[in-house]
């Protein structure tokens, strides 16, 4: 006589399910690599005003994007051709110049643009009123400072007065700073705890011979460990021994993991966050290499990190609305 056949048929069915999922998840993933998903969360946009403004004060390389009219339709073949699925353009505006903020936010109504991180003065009496019409587009995110501006902004009341309204309102700090600058970080991290703190570019790493000073490396480590603290890898080709406008960056992943390495040791798969810094990063190559070493960096850390990185921690950590994905 026949043994009960139901737990064997209970295996059976298990294993034809188990199967069932992978091969849904096997083909959702190649779906997912045929249509662009990267996030690309800093981008510098300019229109002519601005750059016309600019001009009469800095004289620029002919090839420096900075003083060049930048507009969506100038990265579509950029993103399209790079799996880049929207980009968080970030502020290249002079301060006590607000108008400049509401054009980029004009900028959003391209399918490409997922938010702004603006500029503004802490200080100033006209912050409010300017964070309040650009919080009304739905595309602000956020808020950049350079330099010793945060330092100054840390002692001054009505600066700490608007970096509460900004905590409250869960917008995020983006800081253009240096590792000379990590203990305004930690206190900014320390004092506003739930404001989420975007250090860009890695501090500005610049490796020499090939190798970062110990000074770089204890700041990343300070400053992760603040769990409110992420780090931008944003225009790695700047981090080499390369000079702007000169002989092309190196395109080699060993070649920057010197950087990579240790920011990813101290923060993690789930604070670290990819961008291009496009169109700076042309000064150095191609942002074809930018995207192609820190998605091989990242996909050797495993396959989440690689999704993590270049995508969901951005969505987490800015409050992407994904209704703002094309």
């Given at each position: 006589?026949?043994a009960?056949p139901?737990p064997?048929?209970?295996r059976?069915?298990k ?5 069932s999922?992978i091969?849904?998840w096997?083909?959702?993933?190649l779906?997912?690599?045929e ?12 229109g ?10 800095n ?5 420096d ?5 930048v ?5 579509r073949?950029?993103?399209d051709?790079?799996q880049?699925?929207?980009?968080l353009i970030?502020e290249a505006?002079d301060q006590?110049q607000?108008?400049?903020?509401d054009w ?5 109504k391209s399918d ?5 991180v603006?500029r ?7 912050f409010v ?6 919080r009304?587009t ?7 400072f350079r330099?010793d501006e945060?330092?100054?902004?840390l002692?001054n009341p ?12 869960q917008?995020v700090?983006?800081l253009?700073i240096?590792y000379r600058h ?11 705890p739930?404001?989420q703190i ?6 500005r790493a ?9 000074e770089?490396q204890l700041?990343i480590?300070?400053c ?5 603290v ?6 790695i080709?700047?981090?080499s021994?390369?000079?702007a406008f000169?002989?092309?960056a190196?395109?080699?992943?060993n070649?920057?993991?010197p950087?990579?390495q ?7 798969e789930d604070?670290?966050i ?5 169109g700076?990063?042309?000064h150095?190559?191609?942002v ?6 820190v998605?091989?960096f990242?996909?050797s ?5 690689l999704r993590k990185g270049?995508r969901?921690n951005?969505i987490r950590?800015y409050?992407?609305s ?5």
């Amino acid at each position: 006589m026949l043994a009960n056949p139901r737990p064997q048929m209970s295996r059976v069915v298990k294993s034809v399910l188990t199967l069932s999922a992978i091969a849904a998840w096997y083909c959702s993933s190649l779906a997912l690599a045929e249509e662009p998903w990267i996030l690309d969360t800093h981008t510098h946009f300019k229109g002519s005003a601005q750059v016309a403004l600019e001009s009469k004060a800095n004289q620029r390389h002919a090839d420096d994007t900075l003083g060049h009219v930048v507009l969506p339709r100038d990265y579509r073949v950029v993103a399209d051709r790079l799996q880049i699925q929207s980009t968080l353009i970030v502020e290249a505006v002079d301060q006590g110049q607000p108008q400049f903020n509401d054009w980029v936010l004009d900028q959003a109504k391209s399918d490409l643009v997922c938010g702004y991180v603006a500029r503004g003065d802490l200080g100033a009496a006209d912050f409010v009123g300017n964070y309040r019409r650009y919080r009304q587009t739905g595309f602000l995110l956020g808020y950049r400072f350079r330099f010793d501006e945060l330092h100054g902004y840390l002692d001054n009341p009505t600066a700490r007065r608007h970096l509460k309204q900004l905590e409250q309102d869960q917008m995020v700090i983006d800081l253009l700073i240096e590792y000379r600058h990590a203990e305004d970080v930690t206190r900014l991290a320390r004092e506003f705890p739930k404001l989420q703190i975007v250090i860009n570019h890695c501090f500005r790493a610049k490796l020499k011979d090939g190798k970062m000073g110990e000074e770089w490396q204890l700041a990343i480590k300070a400053c992760a460990k603040h769990p409110n603290v992420f780090c931008k890898i944003s225009s790695i080709l700047n981090f080499s021994e390369a000079e702007a406008f000169g002989r092309p960056a190196p395109t080699t992943l060993n070649a920057y993991l010197p950087v990579l390495q240790p920011c990813f040791a101290a923060f993690g798969e789930d604070r670290v966050i990819f961008a291009t810094n496009w169109g700076v990063c042309t000064h150095f190559g191609q942002v074809d290499d930018v995207v192609r070493i820190v998605t091989e960096f990242l996909d050797s850390k495993g396959k989440t990190a690689l999704r993590k990185g270049m995508r969901d921690n951005a969505i987490r950590v800015y409050g992407i609305s994904l209704k703002h994905l094309r």
